[in-house]
């Protein structure tokens, strides 16, 4: 069966810190990739999403970057976080076009930016 | 991108029907209509996707009308457990893209 982990959970970081958000897929072979924000109070909004290694799409300018080094793992990054990053990260995986269309999430990372 | 419009809010008696609305007027013929929700502090769940039948599975109905510019979600038999926030998405692409959905309250 398919699973899908993110680490780390919870994370506190100060200001102009670096970040590096890691999630891993197993059980499934090229699957599309998504990295979702989710700021306190707020809907979800859609950050990145991954079609294939080395494949990224940004939906919203930011200061946060996205790589996908290997079919099954999906890295959140920044180089200098913001107070306006903190919120809850979640990686999410899903089928090609031809599939369901159903997307899994992972656990959530929630990160607090002081 | 088709958007999807749903009520902020809605509450419902536990052991009742929750009927959760959603107009997606701008729907395209190979758009796909997906619910997920989603329970505070964890990450969404599928609930039922359709095109243009009605659906059933295990946890909730889905009926879209006729001309596909709008749906229904229906929980047969509320309890406190589905109290969450019910997203209601047409899928472009490879994308999901999520509204603010509907805050569904059941209470007792």
């Known amino acids: 069966s398919q699973t899908i982990h993110q680490w780390p959970a919870t994370l506190v970081q100060p200001v102009g810190s670096p970040l590096s958000l890691e999630c891993t897929v197993e059980?499934?072979?090229?699957?599309?990739l998504y990295w979702y924000r989710q700021a306190a109070g707020r809907g979800l909004q859609l950050l990145f999403y991954s079609v294939g290694i080395g494949q990224i799409s940004s939906e919203v300018p930011q200061n946060l970057s996205a790589s996908r080094p290997q079919d099954r793992q999906f890295i959140l990054s920044s180089k200098k976080l913001l107070l306006s990053d903190s919120g809850f990260y979640l990686c999410?995986?899903?089928?090609?076009?031809?599939?369901?269309?159903?997307?899994?999430f992972g656990e959530g990372s929630r990160l607090t930016v002081l | 991108d088709a958007k999807t419009t749903q009520p902020p809010s809605m509450d419902c008696a536990e052991g009742r029907a929750a009927n959760l609305p959603c107009n997606h007027s701008?729907?395209?013929?190979?758009?796909?209509v997906y619910w997920y929700r989603q329970i505070h502090s964890q990450g969404p769940q599928y609930i039922i996707h359709g095109l243009k039948n009605n659906e059933t599975n295990e946890m909730a109905s889905l009926i879209i009308t006729e001309d596909r510019k709008s749906s229904t979600l229906i929980l047969p038999h509320a309890t406190l457990r589905d109290t969450a926030v019910y997203y209601c998405i047409v899928r472009p692409g490879n994308k999901l893209v999520f509204g603010a959905g509907t805050i569904l309250r059941v209470k007792s």
């Open positions: 701008t729907i395209s013929g190979n758009e796909y």
């Open positions: 059980g499934t072979s090229n699957p599309n």
């Open positions: 999410a995986w899903g089928g090609q076009l031809s599939s369901t269309g159903e997307l899994f």
